[in-house]
């Protein structure tokens, strides 16, 4: 987690974070399915210009904004993504839309904002996603990227996990992207099974960071194969994943099994994360050490 990302502002985040969890603890509680929850939560989430998602998305190289968003549901395996959005204030309940009112699993740029605009989720001018801070992240990359060539990362998604009292399991993945990305990149993040994942048997799973390498590793679907054909534990698939899989520095996971165990595990120097569970663990985190198992 780099410090000058941060300066000072850590009860903010975990402040945000805090919000987050208590929101999809409340829902789950009060008996919400897993696949509500993980949308508002990641709703919320997208709402708060700390996080790279929604409201605080970050600038691809032209000075814009390409918004992926996805959601997967663990009963009869579910999905929805969409990719590079520009005027959908909430690219995570456009990926519910997708899945819930197509018969397709994944709409991209022109194609996702016209069903934005058929399915009425609310849209708002390209200019509502900036914001000072990533502006200057923005400059900061460009006068870099002039110099040495080699942008650093911007690890800042959000995303969500949870199972309901049904048994069901859900996940959701909501970004901006990379910082200095190509027009038209595409992350892993809406890609189903490279940032988000879920199956009702092996568990829900939701990835952050360089979005290149969880594709090529097929991050999330990949834990989930482990757990189904290795006999895997959902903890130990998700650490040879983050460990052994991707390099340090690539990023981390949350996910939850059937049985309810919550994995946060990340090979970066932090993650901005926080857990629930209904015996009473609430958390929330940033940095090192990861908190992984029940
Ligand atoms: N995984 C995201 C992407 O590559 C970035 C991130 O997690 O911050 O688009």
Do not use: W
Not at 220 to 238: M, P, Y
Not at 268 to 278: I, K, N, Q, V, Y
């Amino acid at each position: 987690m780099p410090e000058e990302r941060l300066a000072g502002r850590e009860p903010l985040y975990l402040a945000s974070l805090e919000r987050a969890v208590r929101l999809g603890a409340t829902m789950l509680g009060d008996g919400a399915s897993s696949l509500d929850t993980v949308e508002a939560v990641v709703r919320l989430l997208e709402e708060d210009p700390l996080f790279n998602a929604g409201k605080g998305a970050v600038y691809n190289h032209e000075g814009t904004h390409e918004l992926d968003a996805s959601i997967m549901e663990g009963r009869g395996l579910r999905c929805g993504a969409v990719a590079g959005v520009r005027t959908v204030r909430n690219p995570v309940t456009l990926a519910r839309l997708v899945m819930e009112r197509t018969p397709h699993v994944f709409l991209a740029g022109e194609g996702a904002e016209a069903f934005a605009r058929e399915a009425g989720v609310e849209i708002v001018e390209p200019s509502f996603f900036d914001t000072p801070g990533r502006r200057e992240e923005l400059e900061r990359e460009l006068a870099k990227s002039a110099t040495s060539g080699s942008p650093t990362p911007e690890l800042g998604t959000v995303g969500a996990v949870a199972l309901d009292r049904a048994g069901d399991v859900a996940a959701a993945t909501s970004t901006g992207g990379r910082t200095n990305k190509r027009y038209g990149r595409v992350g892993d993040v809406p890609v189903i099974g490279a940032g988000t994942y879920a199956d009702n048997r092996t568990g829900a799973i939701s990835a952050t960071g360089k979005g290149e390498e969880m594709i090529r590793h097929a991050a999330a679907a990949n834990v989930s194969a482990r757990v189904e054909h290795a006999g895997a534990a959902l903890e130990d698939a998700v650490r040879e994943v983050v460990h052994q899989v991707l390099e340090p520095g690539d990023g981390g996971m949350i996910a939850v099994s059937p049985d309810g165990v919550l994995v946060l595990d990340f090979n970066t120097e932090g993650m901005f994360r926080g857990a629930a569970d209904s015996a009473g663990r609430f958390e929330v985190a940033i940095r090192s050490p990861a908190r992984t198992g029940p």
